[in-house]
């Protein structure tokens, strides 16, 4: 085959490849959207999936049908979609754990970043260091004071359990602060963390706006400061971290991925989808009341991202003496 032959026979394979995927495209999708949530229902994840979705399914015509299956630090719902069927009709929801949990378990079946396809970056949801109303404490200098001296019986601090933020929001603090002892006691999921938080059952956590704001207005929480650049707009009175005089920034991030083999267009569609939906006005207001700040990154950017994530912790891991398990 000459050169000019060969030349037209790629030109007309590259054209033939790229109508069947517009028309494969135009298929997609033909029937419910499974999104599996690592978490129990009413925690952060599953109320940013909840508007997240509502808006997907108006975009592409199909019902988004949100499962929640906690468990294990959320491997045992990550490890099911690995395994599913990579025809875009599955979705998982990650969040940071996604990118500590290789530390946090041994032997886990799936690989983070090689068993997935990533479609979007939503945003993150900065936490704010709270304590339960019985603890004598107004302000994070007096938290690390009272620290320093309960040394035979540290307070406690709840978790979404190993690797979450709101683990290794303390860690940090705990890094940055030096000489306090903290006892970690993690939960499957944020709502029960905080319920045992509200109740009295442990003394503090790095929580979210969404869970902590109706404790907080009630007197039942005293939040102490935001891990983060700025105040949070709905709780104005609370100040930054760096405010308080321990400058750190720690939080939620969440997005969706696909099972590693769904093919590049399906990717393509719900990543636009996502990303129409997450430029909305109404959408932007909703997240933001609820702490998250958008942070939209594409399927390309979001692979970097969490791999760059997954590097970090396991530095971090390395340097400190923190736990994972």
Not at 189 to 214: C, E, R, T, Y
Not at 222 to 247: C, H, N, Q, W, Y
Not at 270 to 299: C, F, H, N, T, W
Request: glycine share 8%; aromatic share 8%; proline share 7%.
């Amino acid at each position: 085959m000459n050169t000019s032959l060969r030349t037209l026979f790629l030109v007309a394979c590259a054209t033939l490849s790229m109508f069947l995927g517009n028309a494969m495209g135009a298929e997609y999708p033909n029937s419910p959207i499974k999104v599996t949530v690592p978490y129990p229902a009413g925690g952060l994840v599953d109320i940013v999936m909840r508007v997240v979705c509502e808006a997907m399914s108006a975009e592409l015509h199909q019902p988004f049908i949100i499962e929640s299956r906690p468990g294990a630090g959320g491997t045992i719902a990550t490890s099911s979609v690995a395994r599913a069927d990579a025809d875009g009709y599955t979705l998982l929801a990650i969040t940071d754990s996604h990118a500590t949990n290789p530390l946090a378990f041994k032997n886990l079946p799936y690989d983070s970043l090689k068993d997935f396809a990533p479609i979007g970056l939503i945003g993150n949801a900065p936490v704010i260091l709270s304590v339960h109303k019985s603890v004598p404490v107004k302000s994070v200098k007096e938290f690390v004071e009272l620290a320093r001296k309960e040394v035979e019986a540290p307070l406690t601090y709840g978790s979404v359990g190993y690797g979450s933020a709101s683990h290794l929001a303390v860690e940090l603090f705990k890094a940055r602060v030096g000489g306090i002892d903290l006892l970690h006691v993690p939960y499957k999921g944020g709502a029960p963390a905080i319920n045992d938080l509200v109740a009295g059952h442990i003394k503090s956590m790095f929580v979210s706006p969404i869970v902590s704001m109706q404790h907080i207005q009630s007197g039942t929480l005293v939040p102490l400061a935001i891990a983060a650049k700025t105040r949070f707009p709905l709780l104005p009175d609370v100040m930054t971290m760096e405010e308080a005089g321990f400058p750190m920034e720690a939080g939620y991030w969440t997005g969706l991925v696909a099972p590693a083999k769904t093919p590049a267009y399906i990717v393509g569609i719900l990543a636009e989808a996502l990303q129409r939906v997450l430029e909305r006005d109404d959408i932007r207001k909703r997240l933001a009341e609820i702490g998250l700040v958008i942070s939209y990154k594409k399927p390309a950017e979001f692979t970097h991202f969490i791999a760059d994530q997954t590097e970090f912790w396991k530095s971090f891991a390395a340097q400190s003496n923190v736990k994972f398990n």
